[in-house]
């Protein structure tokens, strides 16, 4: 939606194009993003960067780059 709006779409207009009302978006939009929805991100971003650096690496290599690092005790 943001992207839209650089673009120079009105959010209200997108929100009518996709039948989306405006208060349940900008209510999503605002809220404070969890501890595990940032702890999924960090972990995608893991992943997506290890298939972009080396792409012949296949799945058992990438679970393991997405796994968490042990927590120092």
Not at 39 to 58: C, I, Q
């Amino acid at each position: 939606m943001s992207e839209l709006a650089a673009d120079g779409i009105p959010v209200a207009v997108s929100l009518r194009v996709l039948n989306l009302s405006r208060q349940p978006y900008y209510r999503w939009r605002n809220r404070q993003v969890t501890a595990s929805e940032l702890t999924e991100a960090y972990r995608a971003n893991a992943l997506f960067d290890a298939h972009r650096d080396d792409p012949e690496f296949g799945s058992r290599f990438l679970v393991g780059e997405g796994r968490p690092a042990p927590r120092a005790k």
